[in-house]
């Protein structure tokens, strides 16, 4: 694989210009390019840069709107509710994410119901929202079916990602970001684009035949991971993401997508608590004993770990050098 090295401010100049080229306002713009951007400096590549030709495409077909202005209201005392107007995910939290902190700031525990929006990129950024401001953070957004229920080889599921951030004053968060498929589906689709296999137990390829060929799989389905148990855990999401926020479960979403290889329109549920309003005085030493327990035992590395240490480089990033020409032929 050819890559090509790009500093971060190139990174995000490549993606605002890329949305600003193909129909979004300046605020939209930004807010992409800045979730494209921490992508990257994390890690997180598969929701990076790689996300930017279907953030396009779903801006060409008019499915989402680049100028949209997400609307915020407070439905109930402890409830935060915005309608993105058709937006990308991003710009919708960059207005419900601090109207959710104040309110669980005060009331010790709120919720966030995201609707009309289109997620496409990483769920740790909302949830470390939340820990760096002292709040405990959970967070779950379904998808199109890509995931086969536990003992069934049909997809129903989204590959439904949830997000959980711990806040540590003065440290890193504890902060994990999963999907509830065995493998992230543009995890696949990276294996898949450099010739890499991926592991037993990934998926099943079109006729529900187990295999390892990342390219059969994304033609057929992702199995979730742990079996049943991530089976479980993928429908709780889709109950969160769509039941309790009103919005597409991840067959409606599929059903009403206009199938050009962007983000569906669908729900994201976030949820705030306050440790200092739920725990009390104390709750900071309380558990840094217990991370000091954890941490000590040989092998463990806490989550959230690696995208810290990735994040204090401020170097150059190496770019798949045939995504930078895509991208770059879209603006």
Not at 170 to 176: F, I, L, N, Q
Request: with cysteine; proline share 7%.
């Amino acid at each position: 694989m050819t890559t090509k090295d790009l500093s971060l401010t190139e990174i995000y100049a490549l993606a605002r210009d890329t949305m600003l080229a193909n129909g979004c306002d300046d605020a939209n713009a930004a807010a992409l390019a800045d979730i494209v951007t921490r992508a990257e400096r994390d890690g997180s590549h598969s929701h990076g840069l790689f996300r930017v030709p279907g953030y396009v495409k779903a801006l060409r077909s008019g499915k989402v709107d680049g100028t949209a202005k997400p609307m915020v209201s407070h439905p109930a005392g402890a409830v935060v509710r915005v309608d993105g107007g058709g937006c990308f995910a991003p710009m919708a939290q960059s207005v419900g994410l601090p109207a959710l902190a104040d309110v669980a700031s005060k009331t010790g525990v709120a919720a966030l119901s995201l609707t009309n929006i289109h997620h496409f990129a990483a769920l740790w950024p909302e949830t470390e929202y939340l820990a760096d401001r002292g709040l405990v953070g959970i967070a779950c957004t379904a998808y199109m079916p890509t995931v086969a229920p536990a003992g069934s080889k049909e997809k129903l599921f989204g590959t439904n990602p949830i997000s959980f951030a711990w806040p540590r004053p003065g440290k890193a968060p504890v902060c994990y970001d999963m999907a509830t498929s065995a493998m992230a589906l543009g995890d696949v689709q990276i294996a898949a684009r450099d010739g890499k296999t991926v592991p037993p137990g990934t998926g099943l390829d079109p006729d529900g035949n187990p295999t390892t060929d990342p390219g059969l799989i994304a033609k057929g389905v992702l199995l979730p991971f742990g079996g049943y148990k991530g089976s479980a855990i993928a429908l709780m999401v889709e109950l969160l993401a769509a039941g309790l926020t009103g919005e597409a479960f991840s067959y409606e979403a599929a059903e009403n997508d206009n199938h050009d290889g962007g983000p569906p329109r669908g729900g994201e549920m976030v949820i705030a608590l306050s440790p200092a309003l739920i725990a009390g005085e104390g709750w900071e030493d309380h558990v840094e004993r217990f991370m000091d327990k954890l941490t000590g035992l040989e092998g463990v590395r806490v989550p959230g770990d690696r995208r810290h240490r990735n994040r204090q480089n401020e170097g150059l990033r190496a770019i798949n050098a045939d995504l930078l020409d895509t991208i770059r032929s879209l603006s």
